[in-house]
């Protein structure tokens, strides 16, 4: 069974573009989550789905972050306009409903802002 | 809200040794999961094991135990014959059981391992 995949894997872009980070759960899994690590503030959960429902977005930043799921295979996350600040490794996870079901998290999108 | 406490910032093992990783939380909840992820240079979270918090016995994946002390809210991870590989940065992870599906993590403990 593949895992969560996301792309791209690494980006570069200058301050004011718009990035968009996407992620395809596992399949099955109806749970989908955000979350960015930087140094400063660690691992941080930005915002989860539940059935392609947003649920939680109390961890996104500010306006300048969005997320959206689609359908049950597909989301993105994206930042417009970007800032140098931004600068991390994003995280897309999933896990199947159930309590207790592990989260699987995809390989990252490191995104650095310059 | 809870917390998670990683105490130790770095910690080395000797090749073929064994090492263990300190993990101490914070939570009024008595029912509740744990975890550890594993988190090479290639930045992928890559789980490592899991507790459940109701079960008394410590969870083993081959070279990996826990040893989960729920009174005391201890959760250390024990890698025994440590290997080259297991060089990395190693998060422990709480997540509540029935109140939402966030998981908490400490700051992570970076892992060297010495040949």
């Known amino acids: 069974d593949a895992g969560v995949i996301q792309s791209p894997r690494h980006e570069v872009t200058e301050m004011g573009q718009e990035v968009t980070l996407r992620c395809k759960p596992i399949?099955?899994?109806?749970?989908l989550f955000w979350y960015r690590q930087t140094m400063m503030r660690g691992l941080e959960l930005l915002i989860y789905f539940n059935n392609n429902v947003p649920i939680d977005d109390s961890g996104m930043p500010e306006d300048r972050f969005s997320a959206k799921m689609p359908n049950a295979s597909f989301s993105t996350l994206k930042i417009q306009p970007s800032e140098p600040r931004d600068s991390a490794v994003y995280f897309c996870?999933?896990?199947?409903?159930?309590?207790?079901?592990?989260?699987?998290f995809g390989e990252g999108s490191w995104l650095t802002v310059v | 809200a809870q917390t998670v406490t990683q105490s130790q910032p770095e910690m080395s093992v000797q090749e073929a040794e064994t090492v263990t990783l300190s993990c101490t939380y914070d939570t009024s909840e008595s029912d509740y999961y744990l975890f550890w992820y594993k988190q090479p240079p290639s930045r992928q979270m890559i789980l490592v094991i899991r507790q459940e918090a109701y079960k008394q016995q410590n969870a083993t994946e081959n070279r990996f135990s826990v040893n989960f002390q729920k009174a005391a809210k201890s959760f250390s991870l024990k890698i025994s014959d440590s290997q080259l590989g297991d060089a990395a940065m190693y998060f422990c992870a709480y997540r509540s059981k029935n109140a939402g599906n966030m998981l908490t993590f400490g700051g992570g403990t970076r892992l060297m391992v010495k040949p």
């Open positions: 996870a999933s896990r199947k409903g159930g309590s207790g079901n592990t989260i699987y």
């Open positions: 399949s099955g899994h109806d749970y």
